[in-house]
């Protein structure tokens, strides 16, 4: 990598360190699915920590844990009962340790996510603050006599819940939820309760966590006549937060999950003199790849780009696809969430709430070029991509589960019992493994997969070595070109020196486009893909020409050579 003159090489690496998540590419998984060590048909850490090898060699450098908590389990750990333990199906805290220590021997950084905005109506500060009034506890959650309080506040879960509000019947008041209504919101008013998220935070960073994903942080203080979303005294709060995780973990890194348009998305980076969260995954771009993809036109990224702000030094942009919820339609216009359930979600079972619960291959009708394409997006648009486990070998889902349960299936590691993800009897396991024909496991999984040198897996394989010899993919600055042909979405990526000129072709046809790159007279672009030297750039406009979503990322080499 080039060092900037005037800067160590301790310094730079010093630099990296602290902002490893420019570089990292990130592996989402669900313990509960990922792989059974123990035999009782749940995954768990034991079954984790066996398959790190899997995750390291795929080319992952840092894995995001669903939450793995004491939990009921009525949002699949999303509702903590005590935010200290681990849930028993998934193993001891010894179990957890173990794992962590694995996945620091492999180079693998970890994060977990953090619940911050509610816990479940199992946790004892909500039954103490059920069963005594009086108690502090009592104080630690939202309530009310009348439950017409914070009425612009929309229904997130629209599909199972009628209000934010539900009575208890044992205190004769309303509390207030953003979720489940088994998910209690927590009071972020009362100092007490932002306390105790610094405790939480203090005890599993630690224990070697190298961050959160920081879930629902749009969420957590209410005021009435607003929508109780993004409001000052939220962001104030998570500043302050931040400023602790600075002072007293400087390498953690924290990642929010707020599902909001541009502008408000932003917000959450704070700036590079009062920063917020490190990262922030980049909801509004998401579906606007699939719309973009389906209708062979650049538009729909390149506008909501224009609507991004820019960002801070320090922040950085999450990157996705799919994830363990429905591809979320809450922050697109009515017309194109009509697009998007019409071309992706023919089936009603195939939606809830607001979005799409499918994953990524049946989404894509299995077609290997789009999805290759849609991950040149991915992995060239500006931020650190984060992957769903399973989409690398092409796993199906199941819309007869209920809620999201269909996404977040056993993983296939071979054509055995229960595609080996357990040794129990089949009609133990938490979820069935997918047997529809198209996705069975007996064909789709990890074995079958790394066998096969052009399966998608070996391709992504590939695809994530290159990437990470780029680290302008990660760091660099994005400018969009606008050749004449709005199927071809083309940019420059630039970083300390480095250029990357990177053409995408959205059309299921073969297209060709002229792209004004007259600045980069003289230079060469090179096909980083299989280090292939194209023609060099002159004054006129370079023409490319590409197969039916076809794309090419080039290295613009200058006349010396460099
Ligand atoms: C986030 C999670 C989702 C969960 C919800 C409530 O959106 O991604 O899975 O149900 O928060 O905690
Ligand atoms: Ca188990």
């Known amino acids: 990598m080039a060092v900037p003159s005037g800067e160590g090489t301790a310094h730079v690496l010093a630099r990296q360190m602290e902002d490893w998540y420019k570089d990292a590419i990130i592996y989402e998984v669900f313990v509960r699915s990922f792989r059974d060590g123990n035999g009782d048909g749940i995954g768990d850490f034991q079954g984790l920590t066996e398959k790190l090898d899997y995750i390291r060699e795929l080319g992952a450098t840092c894995i995001w844990l669903l939450p793995f908590y004491e939990s009921p389990l ?3 750990g999303y509702d903590i009962a005590d935010y200290y333990k681990i849930h028993p199906d998934y193993g001891t805290m010894e179990d957890f340790e173990t794992f962590l220590q694995a996945a620091k021997l492999r180079g693998l950084r970890v994060i977990a996510d953090l619940v911050v905005n509610h816990t479940s109506s199992d946790h004892w500060w909500f039954k103490e603050a059920v069963a005594n009034p009086d108690s502090k506890y009592h104080d630690y959650f939202v309530w009310s006599e009348t439950g017409q309080e914070y009425s612009d506040a929309r229904i997130i879960f629209c599909d199972t819940e009628t209000s934010n509000w539900t ?13 489940f209504s088994s998910q209690p919101d927590l009071n972020f008013d009362n100092p007490e309760v932002q306390e105790e998220m610094v405790r939480i ?3 599993w960073l630690s224990k070697g966590l190298d961050g959160f994903r920081v879930d629902a942080v749009p969420y957590l203080f209410e005021r009435e006549n607003t929508i109780c979303e993004n409001l000052p005294e939220t962001h104030q709060y998570l500043r302050k937060l931040r400023k602790y995780v600075d002072e007293n973990h400087p390498e953690a890194m924290l990642l929010a999950e707020a599902n909001q ?4 998305v932003a917000e959450y980076f704070g700036t590079d003199d009062d920063p917020e969260f490190h990262m922030a995954f980049n909801f509004p771009l998401m579906p606007r790849m699939f719309m973009a993809i389906r209708q062979e036109n650049r538009k729909p990224i390149e506008e909501i780009v224009r609507q991004l702000p820019d960002i801070p030094f320090h922040a950085q942009w999450a990157m996705f696809l799919r994830n363990h919820d429905e591809l979320t339609l809450e922050m697109v216009t009515d017309e194109e969430r009509d697009y998007m359930y019409d071309t992706y979600a023919r089936d009603p079972r195939m939606r809830i709430n607001i979005g799409i619960r499918r994953r990524l291959f049946p989404l894509m009708d299995k077609n290997r070029r789009a999805i290759e394409l849609l991950h040149s997006l991915l992995l060239t ?3 650190s991509p984060v992957l769903y486990y399973g989409d690398e070998i092409g796993m199906g889902d199941n819309i ?4 999201r349960s269909g996404v977040r299936t056993p ?3 071979n054509g055995d019992r229960n595609a080996g993800f357990s040794s129990s009897d089949p009609s133990r396991l938490f979820l069935p493994a997918i047997i529809d024909p198209g996705y069975s496991f007996y064909g789709v999984n990890v074995e079958e997969a790394s066998r096969s040198e052009s399966s998608f897996l070996n391709w992504l394989k590939r695809v994530l070595t290159i990437r990470k010899q780029h680290p302008c993919f990660g760091r660099g600055t994005i400018r969009f ?3 004449e042909n709005t199927r071809v979405i083309t940019y420059l990526r630039e970083h300390e020196g480095d250029t990357y000129f990177i053409v995408n072709n959205l059309s299921r046809f073969s297209q060709y486009v002229e792209v004004d790159l007259h600045e980069f007279n003289g230079y060469t672009p090179i096909d980083i893909f299989g280090d292939v030297e194209f023609p060099r750039i002159g004054e006129l406009p370079y023409l490319v020409t590409l197969g039916p979503h076809g794309f090419y990322w080039f290295r613009l080499r200058k006349e010396d050579g460099r």
């Open 74 to 76: 009525n949002d699949d």
């Open 201 to 203: 935070i203090d005890f």
């Open 481 to 483: 070109l606008h050749p």
């Open 381 to 383: 648009l500006p931020g």
């Open 167 to 179: 009575l208890h019947p044992k205190v004769g008041k309303y509390y207030w939820h953003r979720f």
């Open 411 to 413: 993983m296939q590691w």
């Open 400 to 403: 007869y589960l209920g809620d």
């Open 261 to 264: 348009w541009p502008a408000d």
